[in-house]
């Protein structure tokens, strides 16, 4: 019967008590496949670990610039590992360190959860951060709606001020 189909045979479960066999183009079959296979890898991310260093002594315009880049690798999706890079008689003050990784921590606020707190490996400090999925897509909820808000807000007052313009204007 396949054959006058110019289809296939294929068997569907073969650990099923009868076998299960079904009549289909084969070529077509494994086709749809590999396409719903490419389908999900281009939809599945990537979690990279992306290091952010930072030093004892940094300034506040450096220090500012590195935790907007953290903030923006854990808006991405990423892990980030956030290293403090001690030299010298620096590592006589490591609660310098923890300051200033505390500080972080404090910048990147709820959006990032810590996976590993601050521990000091020779002469670098380190933490783990990763995002925190429901509460960015709750901060994201809240700001569309801010806009929402805002928008509707000035149209209003739009209309507010041409209705003001239209009794303004004498008629001739």
């Not at 079904?22 to 290091?51: C, L, P």
């Not at 980030?80 to 609660?95: I, N, S």
């Not at 310098?96 to 404090?106: P, T, Y």
């Amino acid at each position: 019967m396949a054959r006058g189909l110019d289809l296939d045979l294929v068997e569907v479960a073969p650990n099923a008590n009868p076998p299960v066999c079904r009549i289909m183009d084969y070529g077509k079959f494994k086709y749809e496949e590999d396409q719903k296979a490419k389908e999900a890898r281009k939809k599945s991310t990537n979690v990279t670990v992306k290091e952010v260093k930072y030093r004892p002594k940094i300034g506040k315009g450096d220090f500012d610039t590195k935790t907007r880049n953290v903030i923006r690798f854990i808006d991405e999706g990423h892990k980030v590992k956030v290293t403090l890079q001690f030299r010298g008689r620096e590592m006589a003050h490591p609660e310098l360190g923890a300051k200033i990784l505390d500080d972080v921590i404090e910048a990147v606020g709820p959006a990032a959860k810590l996976d590993s707190r601050s521990r000091l490996e020779g002469r670098s400090m380190s933490m783990m951060l990763s995002p925190d999925k429901k509460v960015q897509e709750a901060m994201r909820k809240a700001a569309a709606e801010a806009a929402t808000d805002a928008a509707e807000q000035a149209a209003a007052e739009q209309d507010d001020a041409t209705a003001a313009d239209d009794t303004a204007a004498p008629a001739d």
